[in-house]
């Protein structure tokens, strides 16, 4: 009876896992290109944002230096557009405004968003080479709540899980509960 109540949970465990069905999985660019994601063969950051969500602005020096840091640079940093709410041009400017290199995706279905949980803007997702999800969660723990933020940052979960993984580790956080506009 333990055995296969252990097996369930594995089952049930492995069909509930964050990770999208790579093969099937293809979004565009802004330029309308399809971008398949599991063509890329590095690791992947991935970031849920919104042009309007004021956290998204507060985050992006944030995005910009990581994407920036030399020693990330085997890493493909996405930027992710959940539903249709904004348009190309909003986006475009979002882009332009905070300076954002990395390749923003439209995710028009939610079919990326709904196939890792994604919740809020700005969320973040980390997988290494393999596709396997390392991180989700919160850039840091700047907000304690909405409209509630930390004078002093005390816990760099992206970074962190970085680290971990270029030393071939698990992250000592894998996951934590992002704070931001809610995804519609």
């Known amino acids: 009876m333990k055995v296969h109540y252990f097996l369930y949970i594995l089952i049930l465990l492995n069909s ?15 330029k309308g290109n399809k971008i398949v994601l599991s063509e890329n063969e590095g690791p992947l ?12 602005e507060n985050y992006a020096l944030n995005m910009r230096e990581h994407f920036e840091d030399a020693s990330l640079k085997s890493m493909a940093f996405y930027g992710i557009f959940p539903g249709e709410y904004y348009s190309k041009k909003q986006i475009l400017k979002y882009k332009k405004v905070y300076d954002l290199k990395m390749e923003f995706l439209l995710d028009p279905d939610y079919s990326l968003t709904h196939s890792l949980s994604a919740t809020v803007t700005p969320e973040v997702f980390l997988f290494n080479e393999k596709k396997e999800l390392v991180y989700e969660g919160a850039i840091d723990n700047w907000m304690m709540s909405l409209g509630k933020k ?27 509960t992002p704070i931001g506009c809610y995804i519609e």
């Open 150 to 176: 930390r004078t002093v940052i005390t816990e760099h979960y992206l970074k962190d899980a970085f680290k971990a993984m270029k030393n071939n580790r698990i992250p000592d956080t894998t996951k934590t």
């Open 45 to 56: 950051v991935l970031f849920f944002l919104s042009p309007e969500c004021p956290l998204c």
């Open 16 to 30: 509930c896992s964050n990770r999208p069905n790579w093969k099937e999985l293809e979004l565009e660019n802004l």
